[in-house]
């Protein structure tokens, strides 16, 4: 065989490796991560969608038929409308020990996964989420990332980082 139609035959091999690697790395491109991330988004990054007020939305419930006990302090909390919620409602009495996460939430593990409808998002203070469908989540900073709305604490930020930011705590979610 020539030198030259070798190299040819090399250089076919090569641009076919490069081809199938790059496939598989896009591929990746759009799956979920495995981890949480640590870090806030940048601050150039706009956030895609506002953290709530503390008035409720049409989505919101108006009855409130669940209480979350953080510790020993029972909070106000406006509950969401969706699947999500009434999977969880159907879980209850839940005691959930959970711990200390970036700096700006504590995560906890509901024990089973359940319905979800991520959608990525700027969580606030206050703000309880599902993270992966089988965490609950309440912030008391902010970040953005891919979570389903469970609810929101109706506290201050001030309030929010004394129950919250002084190491892992206990929460229950019982009926009303």
């Not at 035959?9 to 641009?15: A, F, G, P, Q, V």
């Amino acid at each position: 065989m020539s030198t030259r139609k070798h190299e040819s035959i090399c250089l076919e091999k090569r641009l076919i490796i490069l081809l199938l690697a790059l496939a598989l790395l896009l591929s990746g491109c759009g799956a979920e991560p495995e981890e949480k991330p640590t870090e806030e988004a940048p601050a150039d990054q706009a956030p895609v969608e506002e953290p709530p007020t503390a008035e409720p939305s049409e989505t919101e419930s108006e009855e409130q038929d669940m209480k979350l006990i953080i510790g020993d302090t029972e909070v106000p909390v406006t509950w969401e409308e969706n699947a999500s919620v009434d999977a969880l409602r159907a879980l209850l009495p839940l005691t959930i020990r959970m711990s200390m996460y970036g700096g700006f939430e504590q995560v906890g593990p509901i024990g089973q996964k359940i319905a979800r409808e991520d959608k990525h998002t700027t969580t606030g203070h206050g703000d309880i989420v599902l993270y992966s469908g089988d965490q609950i989540v309440i912030f008391y900073g902010s970040n953005s990332w891919s979570y389903t709305r469970l609810g929101h604490v109706d506290l201050s930020q001030e309030e929010m980082e004394e129950l919250l930011s002084n190491g892992d705590v206990t929460i229950t979610i019982r009926e009303d």
